[in-house]
Nanobody, 125 residues
Framework: QVQLVESGGGLVQAGGSLRLSCAASGRTFSSYAMGWFRQAPGKEREVVAAVRRNFGDVYYADSVKGRFTISRDNAKNTVFLQMNSLKPEDTAVYYC??????????????????WGQGTQVTVSS
């Protein structure tokens, strides 16, 4: 198992920026990919961004391309999500997750076994 702790959420105005962090501990060698997911009130959970740990290639949801950037620091077992030009529709609870093994659809939620507690991001209009 991998334990995950998110931080960096908060309240910002539209057009502002926020940076989320996710610290991993435990069996961190059992990590093929890490991702950020979000769930807004009354909406289904959706993938925001994901990164393959060894090679660094990334996946972004269409709704955040050009605005969000996922990055990693493997030495510190940490991943980040830089969020710029925030919109009210970005308001959600953001979750960090770990995929312990290969899956052809490695960005999909079903590939992830370990989840953090979530951090609230609220964007006011």
């Amino acid at each position: 198992q991998v334990q995950l702790v998110e931080s960096g959420g908060g309240l910002v105005q539209a057009g502002g920026s926020l940076r989320l962090s996710c610290a991993a501990s435990g069996r961190t060698f059992s990590s093929y990919a890490m991702g950020w997911f979000r769930q807004a009130p009354g909406k289904e959970r959706e993938v925001v961004a994901a990164v393959r740990r060894n090679f660094g290639d990334v996946y972004y949801a269409d709704s955040v391309k050009g605005r969000f950037t996922i990055s990693r620091d493997n030495a510190k077992n940490t991943v980040f999500l830089q969020m710029n030009s925030l919109k009210p529709e970005d308001t959600a609870v953001y979750y960090c997750a770990n995929a312990p093994r290969y899956d052809i659809n490695w960005w999909a939620s079903y590939a992830y076994d370990d989840w953090g507690q979530g951090t609230q991001v609220t964007v006011s209009s």
